[in-house]
């Protein structure tokens, strides 16, 4: 398990913590878990290169300190490989995953950053 400190917007001092595989990443505030991303690592050369895709966001009690950003930057540290989210404006994917609520701002947010990757379909 991988594990830092980071000092938010509001001052506080949050650990973050991933799990050996990459696919879960939790947020403590002295001790307390306040929220997690769940990711899963996926691969199908050539079709589509490694990457991790995002399940999951429960961070959103949280928004506006920086956690879910330096969350996924020491992501992209540990594991060197992209991540990938769902589609802004699309539709469920099979495997039930979308964007809603403060998750759509924040994966745009994310992209714009190029801390996220778009989806291949979105790529020009």
Same mark, same amino acid.
């Given at each position: 398990?991988?594990?830092?400190?980071?000092?938010?917007?509001?001052?506080?001092? @949050?650990?973050?913590?991933?799990?050996?595989?990459?696919?879960?990443?939790?947020?403590?505030?002295?001790? &307390?878990?306040?929220?997690?991303?769940?990711?899963?690592?996926? +691969?199908?050369?050539?079709?589509?290169?490694?990457?991790? @895709?995002?399940?999951?966001?429960?961070?959103? =009690? @949280?928004?506006? =300190?920086?956690?879910?950003?330096?969350?996924?930057?020491?992501?992209?540290?540990?594991?060197? &490989?992209?991540?990938?989210?769902?589609?802004?404006?699309?539709? =469920?994917?099979?495997?039930?995953?979308?964007?809603?609520?403060?998750? &759509?701002?924040?994966?745009?947010?994310?992209?714009?950053?190029?801390? &996220? +990757?778009?989806?291949?379909?979105?790529?020009?």
């Amino acid at each position: 398990m991988a594990e830092m400190e980071f000092r938010a917007k509001d001052g506080n001092s @949050y650990t973050i913590k991933i799990d050996d595989k990459g696919e879960r990443i939790e947020v403590f505030l002295q001790g &307390v878990n306040l929220g997690h991303i769940l990711l899963e690592r996926r +691969c199908d050369p050539p079709i589509e290169p490694e990457h991790f @895709y995002i399940n999951d966001l429960a961070l959103n =009690k @949280y928004r506006g =300190k920086g956690l879910g950003e330096a969350a996924l930057l020491f992501h992209i540290n540990q594991f060197g &490989v992209p991540i990938l989210a769902a589609r802004e404006h699309g539709p =469920k994917r099979e495997d039930g995953s979308h964007l809603i609520d403060d998750g &759509v701002p924040f994966i745009r947010r994310m992209r714009e950053k190029g801390i &996220v +990757c778009p989806e291949p379909e979105e790529r020009d």
